[in-house]
């Protein structure tokens, strides 16, 4: 059995050449990080952003192939995950450290930290994909090229215009989308809108079936395995496209999310054949969410229902990514069109420089595990070009 011991967590499953190391990043952030490329100085810099609910151990195939090709690559466990400054937060805790531009500022000093003053590229999957958009957007000086994978970004919120001269524009007396989705003849609620309550937490921590089976759920849910995951793009922004968007997603309005995915837990057949994510590996996410919780992801899902924490994203209006970019995706992944119109628009204005969208065979939302050889192939493609 393998073991290496340079690493907080995955001891058996992390290969050696991967290290982990804990850095202050001078933003109020002790941040974990797994690393590989270490040896020698003058490498150019990879960083790897991870989603909810993973850790930077979800880029456990990405980097010995990427430090392999002469990359020094960098996954930190973000703020409020794995091993990271922020995992024993309560729902009352103060949000602010959580929103985006002060997670560039962790990212920003994580890398000044570990001697970079610029990184070749920035890599984010699902809610790592904005925050690697946004460093990208404010920082295009250090964060040289961005790929985002699973959640495309379609840039900066708008600021409202020519308001002193004419009247705003009406609204609907039904413009609450989450209000039509609890309408709906089989009532439904958002899942970002669940992640914000205060149950969320306790209900995925304390859930029946335990974190281990829960995790296994949601990660099959929302995978290429799960043969109902069929996605499309949505025509617009209601209720009633919505609803068509799977249960983990659009939950039924009485259900929480264990609740949701239990009934599609794959079975002992298919856990066996599942060669992206075998037990020894769902074991390394089970045993640090059950060991922290759930809050320290779940507060970034938070942070957009307050205007005060988002307000400040508007400084950007009008901007777009301008380093080269690219989007990676699976063709069993409803992520690339929940936000209808997202993936055009990241295409068409979010970023001046895009090089290409990839919607991969075989995979699902977990895109780097679950084809993490042609993501690595397109990653190193577009680093070398």
């Not at 001891?11 to 020698?40: K, W, Y």
Request: proline fraction near 7%; hydrophobic fraction near 40%.
């Amino acid at each position: 059995m393998n073991h290496n011991p340079d690493v907080a967590y995955g001891q058996s499953v992390l290969p050696p050449g991967i290290r982990s190391r804990f850095v202050d990043n001078h933003n109020g952030c002790t941040m974990h990080v797994l690393e590989a490329g270490f040896e020698g100085q003058g490498r150019p810099c990879v960083l790897l952003l991870h989603g909810y609910p993973e850790m930077a151990f979800s880029w456990r195939r990405q980097l010995l192939p990427l430090a392999q090709a002469g990359f020094h690559v960098i996954a930190p466990d973000l703020r409020g995950y794995g091993r990271s400054t922020g995992t024993d937060v309560g729902f009352d805790d103060d949000l602010l450290p959580f929103n985006f531009l002060n997670s560039v500022g962790d990212i920003l000093g994580l890398v000044h930290a570990l001697g970079h003053r610029e990184v070749a590229a920035v890599v984010g999957h699902d809610h790592g994909s904005p925050l690697a958009s946004w460093c990208a957007l404010s920082r295009p000086d250090v964060f040289r090229s961005l790929t985002m994978i699973s959640a495309p970004f379609g840039g900066p919120p708008p600021l409202p215009f020519n308001t002193a001269n004419q009247p705003a524009p009406g609204h609907a007396a039904s413009a609450d989308i989450y209000d039509d989705l609890a309408a709906l003849p089989v009532p439904r609620k958002h899942y970002q809108k669940y992640y914000a309550t205060r149950e969320a937490n306790e209900d995925m921590w304390r859930a029946p079936q335990g974190v281990h089976d829960f995790l296994r759920a949601y990660y099959h849910m929302k995978s290429a395995d799960w043969k109902q995951n069929q996605p499309h793009p949505l025509q617009a922004r209601t209720a009633e496209e919505w609803a068509k968007l799977p249960r983990y997603y659009v939950m039924d309005l009485g259900k929480d999310m264990a609740e949701t995915v239990a009934a599609e837990m794959p079975t002992a057949a298919e856990i066996a054949a599942c060669k992206w994510l075998p037990d020894e590996e769902l074991a390394v996410y089970a045993q640090e969410y059950q060991r922290n919780g759930f809050q320290g992801g779940l507060q970034t899902y938070r942070v957009k229902w307050f205007p005060r924490l988002t307000a400040e994203l508007q400084l950007f209006a009008g901007r777009s990514v301008d380093v080269p970019a690219m989007f990676i995706g699976g063709k069993s992944d409803w992520g690339t069109y929940q936000t209808p119109g997202a993936f055009e628009k990241m295409q068409k204005s979010g970023c001046s420089r895009f090089q290409g969208a990839h919607l991969l065979e075989g995979a699902g939302h977990w895109v780097q595990q679950e084809q993490s050889e042609a993501v690595n192939k397109l990653l190193l493609a577009f680093l070398l070009n």
